[in-house]
């Protein structure tokens, strides 16, 4: 069997329900509708998979009306491996974004990540580029900026959680710095984290990052490595990320998800969260919303 997950913002007033009739309309075969959350979400049961221009037309009807929705088949949901990027995903910024805001060339690192994100030019020699621009920067200003300017992506740390009580191990996996991701991993309690190491030197940035760089090629070779140490299939993953980098292991990955991202990496996802937070992985995973570990 088959099931569409139709999930709702949480600060929205929830799922509408003549949209999901029209949405249950055009997918056809809908057998039951099982509330994950009484309002703002839900799995809707198929008895067989939709024909691909009904999903793609039931996705955009949900789209439209500002909900996500994700196709699964029923059995393959619960992963026991959740790999997520960082920037941009469980965080709200990126950090080599607000590194530069404190020398002033914010803006210029800016237009640099984002054609990198949009996979517009390669990551490896664009991280490069951003970084020598940091050159001479303290390293205390790392300590400021992680308390100052970077903020949790909503719905972030209930993830982890939950997913962790339910035996599940947890990665975040970057292709920022070691700096930030030691924190952040931390403070939403992933399991371990890795990402790459600005060069430091008398305490100063010194314009290079440590080779080689992780890039999309290195976050699938976590994902192998941390599914052959938990003795598990790629299936029993969850991979989450924004950027062009992340495609490698979103493809790889049993779901493989796009969280608020670039449209090139959108377009490529099998599954897209587009308008809720990260509690939305959790609801396509099946948890109900009382299943979510208390984090507060």
């Not at 929830?14 to 009484?38: N, P, Q, S, Y």
Request: a negative charge.
């Amino acid at each position: 069997m088959f099931v569409v997950t139709l999930i709702a913002p949480p600060l929205s007033s929830g799922l509408d329900a003549g949209l999901k009739a029209r949405i249950g309309d055009v997918l056809g075969h809908v057998f039951r509708e099982d509330k994950l959350h009484e309002t703002h979400a839900s799995d809707l049961m198929l008895d067989r998979e939709p024909l691909p221009g009904a999903w793609e037309a039931a996705r955009e009807l949900a789209d439209r009306g500002g909900i996500d929705a994700v196709l699964q088949r029923t059995g393959e949901r619960r992963k026991s491996i959740l790999i997520a990027d960082m920037d941009s995903t469980m965080i709200d910024q990126e950090c080599i974004d607000e590194l530069a805001a404190e020398i002033g060339a914010k803006d210029a690192v800016s237009k640099i990540t984002a054609r990198a994100m949009n996979g517009e030019i390669e990551f490896e020699s664009a991280l490069r580029e951003r970084v020598a621009l940091l050159q001479g920067l303290s390293e205390t200003v790392i300590g400021t900026v992680i308390s100052q300017r970077i903020t949790l992506s909503k719905g972030g740390a209930q993830l982890v959680a939950t997913m962790r009580a339910n035996g599940a191990y947890t990665a975040l996996v970057s292709g920022g710095f070691t700096a930030f991701t030691g924190v952040i991993a931390e403070r939403l309690g992933f399991d371990e984290n890795r990402a790459n190491v600005l060069l430091i030197e008398n305490g100063m940035l010194t314009g290079k990052v440590a080779e080689p760089i992780l890039g999309s090629d290195a976050k699938v070779a976590a994902l192998i490595d941390i599914a052959g140490m938990r003795g598990v299939d790629m299936r029993d993953a969850l991979a989450v990320g924004d950027g062009a980098n992340d495609l490698g292991m979103i493809a790889l990955a049993g779901a493989g998800v796009a969280l608020h991202a670039k449209p090139s990496v959108a377009q490529r996802a099998e599954h897209r969260i587009s308008h809720g937070d990260l509690t939305a992985l959790l609801y396509m995973q099946g948890y109900r919303a009382d299943e979510f570990s208390d984090v507060s």
